[in-house]
């Protein structure tokens, strides 16, 4: 493969040509292929046949509550026990709530706003504040914040977590930075897990504000890819050794282990976190869907089985990524025009453009019936300053779908990377240098 | 049967004496039995059996949404149109949700207290603002105002619903008060439901608030008791034809007619109220639990049979009201020391005793096994000003051991009842009578 910048002008306005061609037959094709969210496949979803029917009409749970009726606010004991067992926590560490994690996220902020995160610092509402946003990150994250007009200070993400030494600059001197969003596991869309040393650092850090909170939405804890899992060190237990007990709120679902729709969210953190939680929740609801917490348990019994089950994710999704990242490495390999992840789990490949591409990239492809998440989408506000991260999803689609997408994919960012080259040449090409050269590189 | 306030101090000390020594009996009992929530009893939840098994593993909707999967915000198109039958609304003016009714409650005054209800007045959280609430009423209710600081002011509940002249007298002048609580259907506790002049008025009356709204939350729409409905007028229609259309918020669930803590929620209002809902519901969650909306709909297939469906539990509950009213017609019937209602749907019979009994029959139930609602609780702030409003709900225990409870229940009235009169009597007798006059009769 050729270093497109390498390549006269001649040679590109000729490829230029033929990709061109290619690209309208792609057209023709009249394709309506959706890559944009990470969405289990229907394989998947299968693969939890029979979750809602092994309640077998016994609706009792192990300490005789009728599953079916009020109550049960904390979560099942034996819910409590599973998922406490699989995120390193005590069971009275852990609330197992409804079908959504973003929706403990989303009230727990809003609950800060109102009142505060710990009873003696004052409502976060009551002032401006900020959270810092690693990113690339999850635009729904992002998407809280701006809602809740909290301003998003972006912080970069290294192969280890995020730039630690910016964010430990920031939170020291600045009391209004409240919070920090953090996917520690196979990060959407990086599939970067921290580094130990980030994990104690951000238990460490000394923060201006004394009501500082991590919100850790660990949604890939346990979505290996490979069979051999990437530890990660757990963040509780070193925010309790840092003497900062009540600093983290850990996150996780189901959702991408049973049903994407109908599996269960839970919370964890310090016990008096989860107290003051409760009795909060407790206003505003009886109790979660107990019975898809009961199906949950009777289908799986152990969090071994869990783990078990993963595996069957992993078989199903390993081929859809090693197609992308085959399709990418061929297509796009050693041209210097792109660079992406190669994650060991996690939902997505994080892909980069040159500089002031991604945009025209989504488009072209959506232009031809292959729609990708939105450009810009994985930093806050939308707006990725350098126009150049891509999230690529490729989970849901069957894999020959994908490999069509992933064909006029790589043909859009092969004929935007040459007009961009070209156009920067007729202007000045010092220009693109530059970009080049701070671009970060995350692979 | 004696009018008590009639009898001679000697007559009532030698009743005094042998109510007490039953009481003593039923303490030998050892009874625990609890009447404190208004939960189904299993034979009701018996009713829903085979509803998760209708799925019968098929879980693609009507448009091929794969339920399993990520989405379907406002719920399923099938579910809207359900329950929008049911509620007389359009499928574009409900939202079908998770669990829990109180939740949607909870979560948009929540948002009003933030953004406010209509992007155009301010946040109702940026001034102290102030609740009506129609009383005896619901506890949690109650809670979400006291939660958020939101001042309660108590409105009498007469016959036809709440006191009206005093609620439009309050709004027109009071632009602080942005709300009321209305349970229009069988109201909890009370039974009543609200006259068509009663919900003409709430949809017309001048409102000082621009963004004054009705939290209208239908629980019991369609849990009558009798064969001859009692109906209600349609509130939505009532607010568009008064010229405020978005008025009104309507709540409604199928706790009480599928799974207590299982069944689907759902809200409803003007397209713009719903419209506005969803977005910012979108912030907070990808979506409701879809399968088991799909399960409601597989089960129900049509309005129809959820109607029929009602009277399967109208047939359950029907001899446990009828043993609480013929229990409490036997033992305190002409005693004038109570009153009580005679509901024709929901899940209650509100009991009135002499002012300042309330706390104490309560308290003495408790201490022999029997555990009601706390006195108080049916008051804004936990505070019956007559201390003798009681809430009984019969519908969970079994039928024997709801005997066994309104035995001793009546029981502990007559003995607390005596006390007062004795008591009264020994310091002044004006004082019980001034107390007794002033007493609101709700039967």
Redesign the interface.
């Known amino acids: 493969m050729v270093d497109f910048l390498t390549l006269d002008t001649d040679t590109l306005r000729h490829m230029q040509k033929q990709l061109t061609l290619k690209y309208e037959n792609f057209k023709q094709k009249k394709l309506k292929l959706n890559m944009s969210?990470g969405?289990?496949c229907?394989e998947q979803?299968d693969l939890?046949?029979?979750l809602?029917?092994s309640?077998n009409?016994n609706?009792q749970a192990e300490d005789g509550t009728?599953?079916?009726?009020?109550?049960?606010l904390g979560g099942l004991p034996e819910a409590r026990r599973l998922f406490a067992e699989l995120l390193e926590v005590q069971p009275d560490e852990i609330i197992v709530h409804?079908?959504?994690s973003?929706?403990l996220m989303?009230?727990l902020i809003?609950r800060a706003?109102?009142f505060g995160v710990d009873g003696q610092e004052a409502p976060w509402?009551q002032q401006p504040i900020k959270f810092l946003c690693p990113s690339p990150g999850y635009d729904?994250h992002f998407?809280?914040c701006e809602?809740?007009n909290i301003e998003m200070i972006t912080i970069p993400i290294r192969e280890d977590g995020p730039d630690m030494d910016l964010v430990e600059k920031l939170v020291a001197t600045d009391e209004t930075i409240k919070g920090i969003w953090c996917i520690p596991k196979y990060s959407n869309p990086t599939g970067v897990t921290y580094s130990d040393q980030v994990v104690t650092r951000l238990a460490r850090m000394k923060t201006k504000a004394p009501d500082f909170r991590i919100f850790w939405d660990n949604a890939y804890a346990w979505h290996d890819l490979s069979s051999d899992p990437v530890p990660l060190k757990n963040i509780l237990t070193a925010c309790k050794e840092a003497n900062h007990p009540d600093r983290v709120y850990i996150f996780s679902s189901t959702?991408k282990i049973t049903?994407?729709?109908?599996g269960l969210a839970m919370v964890a953190s310090s016990v008096p976190n989860i107290n003051r939680l409760k009795k909060?929740m407790g206003?505003?609801?009886?109790?979660?869907?107990?019975?898809?917490q009961l199906?949950h348990i009777r289908f799986f019994k152990n969090a071994q089985n869990v783990r078990l089950h993963m595996k069957k994710h992993a078989a199903v999704l390993r081929p859809k990524f090693d197609l992308v990242l085959n399709l990418l490495e061929t297509e796009l390999g050693g041209k210097k025009i792109a660079s992406w992840s190669r994650p060991q789990g996690g939902y997505f490949i994080s892909f980069n453009t040159l500089p002031g591409c991604a945009k025209k990239v989504v488009q072209m492809a959506a232009d031809a019936g292959v729609e990708l998440t939105k450009a810009g989408a994985t930093f806050p506000y939308g707006i990725d300053p350098n126009d150049e991260n891509i999230r690529i999803a490729p989970t849901y689609p069957p894999l020959a779908e994908l490999k069509t997408a992933m064909e006029l994919f790589t043909l859009c960012v092969q004929l935007v990377s040459i007009e961009n080259i070209l156009r920067s040449r007729e202007h000045s090409s010092t220009e693109l240098l530059l970009h080049e050269e701070s671009r970060v590189q995350i692979v």
Do not use: M
């Open positions: 969210r969405k289990p229907s979803l939890s046949s029979g809602l029917e309640l009409r609706y009728d599953c079916r009726n009020y109550g049960g409804g079908n959504s973003l929706a989303h009230d809003t706003l109102i509402g729904r998407a809280i809602f809740y959702s049903y994407a729709g109908a909060q206003i505003q609801t009886i109790g979660p869907n107990k019975l898809n199906a």
